[in-house]
């Protein structure tokens, strides 16, 4: 008499490897093995980090430093300059925290250009991993991190310079402002690495571009004290739509998605359509750096 011998009766004798996975069993291997990997090179980072503080320390610091210079600078403003009993300590503070994102974003890919120059990123391009865009997550992660540790120090040393402190929902408003910032930023310069020839050229894009985006936004000013013409430029500029919701949450007390933080030379803008604009900007960063990302994974 024979004996019928079931599918996972002939799995039991199987190894794992020579078991056969269904396509979402592969799937799910495929996710945790990118999940692996991403933080495997994030720590990678952190322990890079660890070991040379100074990049956080100067991070830290630096935006410290534009809280009391410019606070002191601006210390016998007229009453009322920046409308209504509003302190320049006040108006400065989102400014500093969207700019200190900002910058430290807009150096992510200096880790993967060195990484290119010194061969180790060609070591990873060679190495059997899940998906090579780990490499491309784990940069984000760290930079993500770096960020809201630094948003966390500028406004609590905003609050004991005078700014105040936000309630707990705008503290998660801006730390998704922050992070919508910052994941934009970082995509476009890791997009930059992989394009530009050496880490010297990536130095000179960004210390073009880093103090006119500053200049050309309302980190330091409002619209209203603009030229007309660099109203126009600082109403295209993702910091300004990154740095306004933040400061209203500053002035105001209480806020919604339907508050008009921002009137531009050609219409008021909400709350949320700002960050529908911040999300915007992240998808079109995000895709315009695929096709370059694919040719050198390739």
Same mark, same amino acid.
């Given at each position: 008499?024979?004996?019928?011998?079931?599918?996972?009766?002939?799995?039991?004798?199987?190894?794992?490897?020579?078991?056969?996975?269904?396509?979402?069993?592969?799937?799910?291997?495929?996710?945790?093995?990118?999940?692996?990997?991403?933080?495997?090179?994030?720590?990678?980072?952190?322990?890079?980090?660890?070991?040379?503080?100074?990049?956080?320390?100067?991070?830290?610091?630096?935006?410290?430093?534009?809280?009391?210079?410019?606070?002191?600078?601006?210390?016998?403003?007229?009453?009322?300059?920046?409308?209504?009993?509003?302190?320049?300590?006040?108006?400065?503070?989102?400014?500093?925290?969207?700019?200190?994102?900002?910058?430290?974003?807009?150096?992510?890919?200096?880790?993967?250009?060195?990484?290119?120059?010194?061969?180790?990123?060609?070591? @990873? /391009?060679? $190495?059997?991993? *899940?998906?090579?865009?780990?490499?491309?997550? &784990?940069?984000? +992660?760290? %930079?993500? #991190?770096?960020?809201?540790?630094?948003?966390?120090?500028?406004?609590?040393?905003?609050?004991?310079?005078?700014?105040?402190?936000?309630?707990?929902?705008?503290?998660?408003?801006?730390?998704?402002?922050?992070?919508?910032?910052?994941?934009?930023?970082?995509?476009?310069?890791?997009?930059?690495?992989?394009?530009?020839?050496?880490?010297?050229?990536?130095?000179?894009?960004?210390?073009?571009?880093?103090?006119? @985006? /500053?200049? $050309?936004?309302? *980190?330091?000013?409002?619209?209203?004290?603009? &030229?007309?013409? +660099?109203? %126009?430029? #600082?109403?295209?500029?993702?910091?300004?739509?990154?740095?306004?919701?933040?400061?209203?949450?500053?002035?105001?007390?209480?806020?919604?998605?339907?508050?008009?933080?921002?009137?531009?030379?050609?219409?008021?803008?909400?709350?949320?359509?700002?960050?529908?604009?911040?999300?915007?900007?992240?998808?079109?960063?995000?895709?315009?750096?695929?096709?370059?990302?694919?040719?050198?994974?390739?």
């Amino acid at each position: 008499m024979s004996q019928t011998i079931t599918p996972s009766q002939l799995e039991k004798g199987l190894s794992p490897r020579e078991r056969i996975l269904t396509p979402l069993d592969e799937e799910s291997n495929r996710l945790g093995e990118f999940i692996q990997e991403t933080l495997a090179m994030t720590g990678r980072l952190f322990i890079q980090l660890k070991r040379r503080p100074s990049t956080l320390m100067a991070g830290i610091i630096q935006p410290f430093m534009w809280l009391i210079l410019f606070g002191a600078l601006f210390y016998n403003a007229p009453q009322g300059m920046f409308g209504g009993d509003l302190n320049y300590a006040k108006f400065l503070a989102p400014g500093i925290i969207v700019f200190t994102a900002f910058s430290g974003a807009l150096n992510a890919g200096l880790p993967v250009m060195f990484d290119r120059e010194f061969g180790f990123l060609n070591r @990873l /391009l060679v $190495a059997p991993l *899940a998906s090579r865009y780990s490499i491309v997550a &784990a940069s984000t +992660l760290y %930079i993500i #991190a770096l960020s809201v540790i630094q948003t966390a120090v500028i406004v609590g040393a905003s609050a004991l310079l005078g700014a105040g402190f936000p309630n707990i929902a705008g503290l998660g408003a801006i730390a998704l402002i922050v992070f919508l910032i910052v994941l934009g930023v970082t995509g476009l310069s890791l997009g930059l690495a992989f394009a530009l020839p050496g880490h010297i050229e990536l130095i000179a894009v960004i210390f073009v571009t880093n103090l006119p @985006l /500053l200049f $050309a936004s309302t *980190a330091l000013a409002p619209l209203s004290f603009m &030229a007309k013409w +660099l109203q %126009i430029v #600082a109403s295209l500029n993702p910091l300004t739509y990154a740095i306004e919701p933040i400061r209203y949450i500053y002035l105001k007390g209480h806020w919604s998605l339907g508050s008009v933080i921002l009137d531009t030379p050609w219409t008021a803008i909400n709350f949320a359509s700002v960050l529908l604009i911040l999300l915007a900007f992240d998808v079109l960063i995000l895709v315009a750096i695929q096709p370059l990302l694919r040719r050198r994974f390739a």
